[in-house]
């Protein structure tokens, strides 16, 4: 074969080739292409809080046999600013005591805790409903009158603890503003106290104390 067939046969070889060669680069630069995009990192996600796992719900003073008071209702909140006696229909005094203005008071009823509710019946047991703090509104009358500044439900007393208006101590000070749920054993005092409120004249409501630091006395002691 001459010189001159072996130049042609060569370049026609290489003409063929090309197109090959171009599909294996195209090929290559597309692989090269997926490689870089399959480990291209995105940004990381901005954490997102969580919802807190499900626990076990909490338990309410309530169920745990621990006695509250109510948020006051319509019925107590009714009572607030109204004269007594004479109490809504169906209502009366169960239990009351008296809390002076201050110490050294002349006259120890300025004020009054009291129990409200459904009085005994057919021998049946009083159901207390409401406690009120009230105001005397003539100390000079025969029959007192009284205007009730707050008024809460009253809470529930567990068996062998009682509801018990004055006769209690706060931090080791006498208090007759003091309302506690307590129970009494054979002692003349007791600190087992579950629940206590306190009448606060000065701004005229009842507020939560701290039931560890009350201690009551037992009425029942030596009877």
Same mark, same amino acid.
């Given at each position: ?21 171009? *599909?294996?680069? #195209?090929? &290559? +630069? ?6 870089? %995009? =399959?480990?291209?990192?995105?940004? @990381? $996600?901005?954490? *997102?809080?969580? #919802?807190? &796992? +499900? ?6 003073? %309530? =169920?745990?046999?621990?006695?509250? @008071? $109510?948020?006051?209702?319509?019925? #107590?909140? &009714? ?15 169960? $239990?009351?005591?008296?809390?002076? #203005? ?17 009085? $005994? ?103």
């Amino acid at each position: 074969m001459s010189d001159t067939a072996r130049v042609f046969l060569a370049e026609r070889s290489a003409l063929r080739r090309a197109p090959i060669a171009a *599909v294996l680069v #195209a090929l &290559a +630069a597309l692989s090269a292409c997926s490689d870089d %995009a =399959a480990t291209v990192t995105t940004p @990381a $996600a901005e954490p *997102v809080a969580s #919802a807190p &796992a +499900a626990s076990a719900p909490a338990t309410s003073p %309530a =169920a745990s046999g621990v006695p509250q @008071a $109510a948020s006051t209702d319509a019925g #107590a909140a &009714a009572l607030i600013g109204t004269t007594v006696p004479p109490y809504p229909d169906g209502l009366d005094e169960i $239990a009351g005591s008296c809390v002076p #203005a201050g110490d050294g008071s002349v006259r120890i009823c300025d004020y009054s805790l009291a129990m409200v509710g459904t009085p $005994a019946a057919d021998g049946g047991a009083a159901m207390v409903r409401y406690l009120l703090a009230s105001r005397r509104e003539n100390p000079d009358a025969d029959k007192p009158a009284w205007k009730v500044l707050d008024a809460i439900d009253a809470p529930t007393v567990e068996p062998r603890y009682e509801l018990q208006l004055g006769a209690c101590r706060l931090h080791d000070r006498d208090d007759p503003g003091l309302i506690a749920v307590v129970r009494h054993g054979d002692g003349e005092r007791s600190a087992d106290v579950r629940w206590a409120r306190r009448f606060d004249a000065a701004a005229g409501k009842l507020v939560e104390v701290e039931a560890a630091r009350v201690v009551c006395i037992n009425p029942g002691a030596g009877v």
